[in-house]
């Protein structure tokens, strides 16, 4: 591994090894091992928990961090090839990650789509081009595309509520005044089926995931015994045992977004409340946070002891600090 | 002590023991006790002196901090219960507290009021949100009632000064463009009464400090063998130790820019001068910090040697260091 | 040296002792020396390699910073003294120098020309402002008129280059929509002679340097055996090593922006081209980056193997070590 773009690029064995890592970690907390390291943490986005659990990682182990927000501190930076640098960006990502791998020991890289064309966010050119052009490895703290930790983080919380090959899980789309990435979507999905669990996507129809992911997530299903499947039906949690909500825009108004609150305001009843929560046999309720409540998850479904959250996101921390380890570590560059 | 949010929760032997162990500090520049501590810092305002000086406390004692500023890198946090989150306002502090207290040892918010209406911001709704859901120690770096590091900063400057019980000092209003905060002054009243000193509040009639506060300094000066007394004439100062400068708003034009204005000018010639000044025995000048000069306080008052306005700002940092070695040193949890 | 405001304060032996303890910082990758130093470093203005590289340095050196950006998360700083503060700024330098002092082993600036009026700009009122009540050493970080620090990096860049006594370097002016500062060409030239370089800087007649620059060059240069000569003839670089590009703005229209474009798109062509650098015997391209690709100089020359801007900016690390480590060492306080 030398990049962390997408769990895609983790094989069994490897998400095996970071979890069983990151619950050791955990249970003794774990301290030292990255003493000297500096991760170099590139925000084009807002962040709390991956900005916080990321700097705390790295400083309990004895290294150090440096956060630099693009736009804010830090100019603007170009990503595309052949452009005529006449305009607001001061710099290119063609020298900007090779100066910044000088510097540190990896470089973690927040961007989010620009939310304009599909065709063009798809190929998550902010980071894309970080990898190409940084000489050290590029951490991906979520892009157009993907949410690497937050689906390592969700998956060492499957294990600890006792998931395994075959448990049922649903993902579903909850309301949201806005058109949300899809990032976090589709990282669950993946992570999901590489962990062999039978995942429903519970969306309105308006909804559905690109068909490169769902075709991706089924050969991988196949592989691990897992199962991915979609409804419409807001009661097809009703078997689950972890409940995942999540907001995400439409690919069908892809940037444009008076079609999208058209399509959107239709389903402003899709919240998690505690009655679609009795539907189901005592699930667990699972957010990635930031969420609104009361719009995509009721007060009621929060305060309750189903809602695992903050646990959920306290795992940021553990993941994290096994992965930093693997790729930082002192003498275990041997994976 | 759990949480510090005003120095009302401090009892006489804590507030002794914290002022020794500052002083003990600052003569023996003590370094270490902290080491794989993180320090959480989140600022819904600027700052310089409290940012600055908790950044290089924590780690000179070996710990390290996160400097979060909401709105600014980090989304915007409800506080509110009950409230339906379809505005700006991406999560509530009923998931960030408990997230970043998974992260954190300590958690320390700076939240100045929203100066709309004083009945609201007197509920400190930022400040105690955080307290209330947050499970690690919450410190107060300034919220609409409260500094208390401030005051113990500044309690041990009087220390320094030679000021004991019944040691005379005035806290006087000065003239500043913008109603400024309530915190530092209510901070300083109360601190001074614990310290048992002679307390001279000088402002205009217009501006008064709200009835809770005046009763409650009262009630402890009775107790400290302290004195509490509100004076509207300016050579009131003369018999003081110390001249205390500070500008705030008027409680009776609270949320109302044009009827503060209006009050306000009336008092734009309450600058702290030379002339001032030499009504008192060779008093000391304070502030807390920033002053506008010529506008607060004379160049003439703040170049002279009878200002401690630079020392008063080294102190939070001795203070701030005994506080943190006590509520997140290793084995001296027993106080 | 107290203050590093630019390489004036540097006499040949201690440049001579900077790059060469640079030069074994980078080759042993030193660590350590700085434990439990404290770095301060404020930003009136953006930063991507000097934030991150002085960082990164003091970390390595077991030290941390502390970074304030004003008028982001800290108040904006009055530096003119005799002010009545009653407008935007909330502290003066006169109170914030000394207290940051109090808190850091030394503090770093970076403050650029307001670029209203060049006789006043000339006179550096941020940098001086802190020099001047700032009661531990200061660091430019980059001013309106000096960036030192930039200055020996390229100076250890030319000496892994070969560069002697003798060696011709050009410094040539580029095309960039705005007008730029003056502090890199103004260093770069210092340093060029200083080191006994040959340098000829190429520029269009409108965009000389300022006099009292070229004089002081010159008279640096008849010292150490160097040269420095200005030419308006693109060609002018064609016996150089070196080709160090570089845009400013017209000390002729300095503060004018409409008169400044009206100069400056007649030489919209004066980009460093594949074509340019054909005329040299194969010269190195050097620019202190943020560059403009397209703009400044072509894809084609920044992505030839004639390009170092990567390890100019690497060497910025490397010589900030030195310069940390001389001015807060334990130890090494005697030079």
């Known amino acids: 591994m030398k990049h962390l773009i997408s769990t895609e690029n983790l094989g ?16 003794s907390r774990t301290v030292g091992g990255l003493e000297g390291k500096n991760l170099g943490m ?11 659990s990321f700097s705390v990682g790295m400083k309990q182990l004895g290294g150090s961090v440096t956060v630099l927000s693009v736009g804010q501190g830090v100019w603007d930076l170009e990503v595309e090839d052949n452009v005529i640098m006449d ?14 791998s000088r510097y540190f020991d990896a470089l973690a890289v927040r961007a989010f789509p620009l939310g304009r064309s599909w065709e063009k966010d798809s190929q998550d050119p902010v980071l894309n081009s970080f990898a190409r052009h940084a000489t050290v490895p590029v951490i991906n703290l979520e892009s ?17 509520l006792g998931l395994k090959k075959g448990s049922p899980l649903a993902l579903t789309w909850a309301y949201h005044p806005k058109a ?10 993946l992570m999901g089926v590489q962990q062999g669990l039978d995942v429903t996507v519970v969306r309105p129809p308006e909804f559905s995931l690109d068909e490169g992911l769902m075709h991706y997530a089924k050969k991988v299903a196949s592989a691990t015994g897992g199962n991915i499947r979609e409804s419409a039906k807001r009661d097809a949690i009703s ?24 399509i959107r305001q239709k389903y402003a ?4 409340t505690q009655e679609l929560m009795g539907l189901t046999d005592q699930a667990t309720f699972m957010h990635c946070l930031p969420v609104r409540r009361n719009v995509v998850v009721s007060d009621e479904v929060l305060n309750s002891p189903a809602s695992k959250v903050v646990d959920q996101a306290e795992n940021r921390l553990h993941v994290q600090k096994a992965l930093l380890l693997d790729l930082l570590g002192h003498g275990e560059k041997d994976r």
Chains 1, 2, 3 share one sequence.
């Open 144 to 160: 157009a595309l993907w949410h690497p930790c937050q689906a390592l983080g969700d998956a060492l919380t499957w294990l600890e």
């Open 87 to 100: 305009g607001d960006k001061a710099e290119h990502v063609r020298e900007a990650a090779p100066v910044l």
């Open 42 to 52: 590139l925000f084009f986005d807002p962040s709390l928990r991956t900005q916080t």
């Open 269 to 272: 009843n899709w919240q998690v």
């Open 239 to 262: 078997s689950s045992q972890v409940v995942y909500a999540k907001s995400w825009g439409s690919l069908a108004a892809y940037g444009d977004p008076q079609a999208e609150q058209k």
């Open 180 to 189: 949300l990435p899809l990032a976090v979507p589709r990282s669950v999905i």
């Open 12 to 27: 069994p064995t490897e998400i095996k090894h970071l979890l069983d890592k990151a619950a050791l970690i955990k249970s």
